[in-house]
């Protein structure tokens, strides 16, 4: 797999060759210290990943994604958090936070591999978490549910609506329930009123998460740290 380093301090660019050449399935075709000079190698160099730094000289590393002429799979590596969910909507692949141990590294590279090897067959969930349900009260009623199923849950003071792929369920039981009850990998709350299902999460923009279904649910400021945290575990 073949990948530049973008980079203007020495001390992150020799790090960041001593992870490359440790983790043996990288191939470094050039480190740049500017953007400007990454994009003229990238309009004749194909490359299949880029290690890109956010505060750079001429052209930040968000200008550059803006304008990035290749496809190449993008990791940031950046000592600044503040960017982490704007990142999401250029399809970066992972956002590693300075200082970053090579355990890390190696985790955001075995993303990218995944994403250019060939999958015979879909990996986001095993079967053991397809076949996992949670019986909710709704009214009378105790309605069995598979938890994979959940897009999102909204609360009130009353009730909690629970979102599915196909419909909607009310229940009686609070937010402190829901988060006790569905599994905290795969479930985080993003407002006092909303726990979202991670993986039926289609996109992020600023403050707000879009599900599958195309839903917008605003991200609280209390809530956006830890929400930012458990996302990029994904």
């Known amino acids: 797999m073949t990948c530049i380093i973008i980079e203007d301090q020495a001390p992150a660019q020799r790090i960041l060759k001593k992870y490359i050449e440790d983790i043996g399935t990288l191939e470094l075709l050039g480190t740049f210290s500017d953007t400007i000079k990454a994009l003229a190698f990238l309009s004749n160099n194909k490359v299949d990943l880029i290690f890109l730094d956010i505060h750079l000289p001429k052209m930040t590393g968000m200008e550059f994604l803006r304008i990035k002429p290749t ?19 250029y399809n ?17 590279v075995s993303k990218v591999q995944g994403l250019l090897s060939p999958k015979t067959a879909p ?10 349900e949670i019986f909710i009260k709704s009214g009378h009623d105790h309605i069995k549910l598979k938890i994979t199923d959940i897009e999102f849950i909204k609360t009130s003071a009353d009730y909690s609506e629970i979102v599915t792929s196909s419909k909607k369920h009310l229940s009686v039981e609070p937010l402190k329930y829901w988060l006790e009850h ?35 649910i605003p991200i609280g400021r209390v809530y956006k740290e830890g929400f930012t945290a458990q996302f990029l575990k994904t």
Do not use: C, M, W
């Not at 000592?79 to 969910?85: E, G, I, K, V």
């Not at 970066?92 to 955001?108: E, N």
């Open 92 to 108: 970066v692949v992972d956002y590693l936070l300075k200082p970053f141990p090579f355990q890390r590294f190696v985790q955001a």
């Open 71 to 89: 496809d190449s799979y993008v990791i940031l590596t950046t000592a600044y958090s503040d960017y982490a969910l704007e990142s999401y909507e």
């Open 123 to 132: 990996e986001t969930i095993t079967p053991k978490e397809v076949n996992k």
């Open 182 to 216: 569905l599994p905290t990998g795969s479930f985080v709350q993003v407002h006092k009123s909303y726990i979202i299902n991670i993986a039926r999460i289609q996109r992020v923009s600023g403050n707000r998460v879009f599900t599958e279904k195309g839903v917008e």
